[in-house]
């Protein structure tokens, strides 16, 4: 039998300036999570958010990407080779802030060269900002000098969820901040909502029976204003009850092998097994 197999590589595992952070480099020596970042194959090195969904069996594969965001590019050389990521059959977007969507130039490297065109599904108001931001993508008739730009062919999404190359993403609505919100996406048994601070009850009825949770974790302690801390994030997963979750969007507060411990620890407390994602991570879903 040609099994299909899912799985989920996460591509960014930071928030928007990354880690490590330019100026714990330049100005303060004692941010131990910086300092660390640098080093080769640190878990603390996070790019900005983003992860591809990768379907395949004996004769296909298909990669539908959520997010790429302003460091796409450098996760995409890192990770793209490594696990075999040839062709971008679709890219859904979770809201248009640019470390989620600040890499829509690079990708001209696969409509150049690889593919005609990637489908990208957005919200209208997304579709609205990046008809700013990157205003000669959506009209090429702008283009200066003649130069060859990513071809992207831009699909509105609304209602209750998209599908993408028969695979279905069912949309989860939440606040990114008081007054903001930003799309998360259940794919069968996962749900992935990387940019949240509050779950209003609609979408906690669409996420329970989730199997595997991914989550927004962006610090300890402090509370902000448009993203769970990890001490939020943590009782929610306790509330929703899945088998496994991660926690990702993470900020140079989060020291890996130190936080990991302590996941360990509330895992046993809680039946639930929570990880720390971090770049590169691939699991199956
Ligand atoms: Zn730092
Ligand atoms: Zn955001």
């Keep these: ?49 983003s992860v591809v969904i990768k379907i395949s069996s004996l004769d296909f594969e ?17 990770w793209f080779p490594k696990y075999k990521i040839n062709t971008i059959d679709g890219l859904i977007l979770t809201h248009a802030h640019q470390d989620a969507a600040g890499g829509f130039d690079d990708l001209r490297d696969w409509t150049n060269n690889t ?8 919200r209208k108001e ?23 730009v990513a071809k992207l062919n831009f ?31 259940r794919i069968d048994n996962l749900t992935y909502i990387s940019d949240c601070s509050f779950i209003p009850d609609k979408t906690m009825r669409k996420i329970r029976g989730s199997e595997i949770i991914i989550l ?6 402090n509370k902000h204003k448009s993203h769970f801390t ?34 360990v620890d509330a895992s046993k407390h809680t039946g639930i097994k929570m990880n720390l994602a971090y770049d590169g991570l691939k699991i199956n879903i």
């Design 1 to 49: 039998m040609n099994k299909i197999k899912k799985e989920l590589i996460f591509l960014g595992t930071g928030t928007s300036e990354g880690v490590p952070r330019v100026s714990c480099l330049t100005n303060s020596l004692d941010c131990l999570v910086c300092n660390d970042a640098v080093k080769p194959n640190s878990k603390n090195r996070r790019y900005n958010t």
């Design 230 to 263: 990890l001490e939020e994030a943590i009782e929610k997963i306790v509330e929703l009850k899945p088998k496994k979750a991660y926690f990702t969007d993470i900020c140079h507060d989060i020291e890996h092998n130190e936080v990991s411990r302590y996941l």
């Design 155 to 185: 699909i509105i999404i609304d209602g209750t969820h998209t599908i993408i190359e028969g695979q279905k993403f069912e949309h989860l609505k939440v606040n990114h901040g008081d007054h903001y919100f930003a799309n998360g996406y």
């Design 126 to 148: 997304d579709y609205e900002v990046i008809n700013k931001t990157f205003y000669y993508l959506v009209d090429t008739s702008k283009i200066t000098s003649g130069g060859t």
């Design 62 to 78: 298909k990669n539908i990407l959520i997010d790429a965001g302003k460091s796409f590019y450098q996760s995409a050389i890192k």
């Design 115 to 122: 593919q005609s065109s990637i489908p990208i599904y957005l």
């Design 216 to 221: 927004d974790s962006l610090r300890r302690g």
